[in-house]
């Protein structure tokens, strides 16, 4: 396991600061475990791999964030992985000495009466970049600025962003479904988005039930004939969509089952 800078302060030279040159995982802890840890451990892994970051061990990680967060019961966790301080320029370190970050915030549960959103469609595009698609690194500047846009557009509680082509790829903050004529759909993330925890267990899901999702490059025209779509992420779990700009929708059978399912999941059982 290489050396490992545990970070109680920020470093003026840590490449996360200079270069978003790193990787994060937003975790829910809950009831003093980690739901989906092994997924969310996975992906971080794909993601050092991708970057060339090396990634310590997973025991030992799991025992950071348990020093952590070991005053509470249930918060959200996010982890910070980057390639450590050092480099002039662009440069690499001299030294391969990866920074850990563990940072806690307060987690409160939605309430099932609060879980319908009311979505916009952003004018906010994400860049087509196969480089980086799928991992949660952190350049995370074309999120901020559809979040600052998502404010100017009222009563909004989550954002879908589309590619600089005018494909459909994700939320803000969550991945997307929708159901069209009894037929699946979800973007694919292989050129742009995030690949989300909670949507990986849902495509499990669907693939041990026999049902076929369509993954591909699809119009927002396409989501808004939908009879019901969601978005869902690892803390908030399956929130069906009530609204997106002027459409209305209705909680359909196929959502409610998921919610019943993933969301009982993420909040009671470990």
Not at 83 to 110: A, E
Not at 216 to 240: D, H, I, K, T, W
């Amino acid at each position: 396991m290489p050396e490992i800078i545990v970070n109680e302060t920020l470093g003026w030279q840590e490449r996360g600061l200079h270069y978003g040159d790193g990787l994060f995982e937003t975790l829910l802890k809950l009831e003093g475990r980690i739901p989906l840890w092994n997924d969310h451990y996975q992906r971080l892994r794909k993601g050092c791999h991708r970057l060339r970051i090396d990634l310590p061990e997973e025991a030992w990680l799991v025992d950071r964030i348990a020093r952590e967060t070991q005053e509470t019961e249930s918060s959200v966790v996010k982890l910070i992985v980057t390639r450590g301080s050092g480099g002039r320029g662009l440069k690499l370190p001299v030294n391969n000495r990866p920074s850990i970050f563990v940072f806690k915030y307060p987690y409160t549960r939605i309430m099932d009466k609060e879980m319908a959103l009311d979505v916009a469609i952003c004018e906010t595009r994400l860049p087509i970049n196969r480089n980086l698609a799928g991992i949660k690194h952190l350049n995370r500047l074309d999120y901020v600025l559809a979040a600052l846009e998502l404010e100017t557009k009222g009563m909004r509680d989550e954002g879908i962003l589309l590619d600089t082509d005018g494909f459909l790829v994700e939320g803000i903050i969550s991945n997307l479904f929708f159901c069209l004529q009894s037929q699946v759909y979800t973007p694919s993330l292989e050129m742009a988005g995030v690949e989300g925890i909670m949507r990986k267990q849902i495509l499990n899901y669907f693939k041990t039930q026999g049902v076929r999702v369509e993954v591909g490059r699809f119009s927002a025209q396409l989501l808004m004939q939908a009879s019901e779509c969601f978005m869902c992420n690892s803390v908030q779990g399956v929130r069906p969509i009530r609204s997106l700009d002027q459409s209305q929708f209705e909680t359909g059978p196929l959502t409610r089952n998921l919610m019943k399912l993933f969301n009982t999941r993420l909040r009671y059982e470990q």
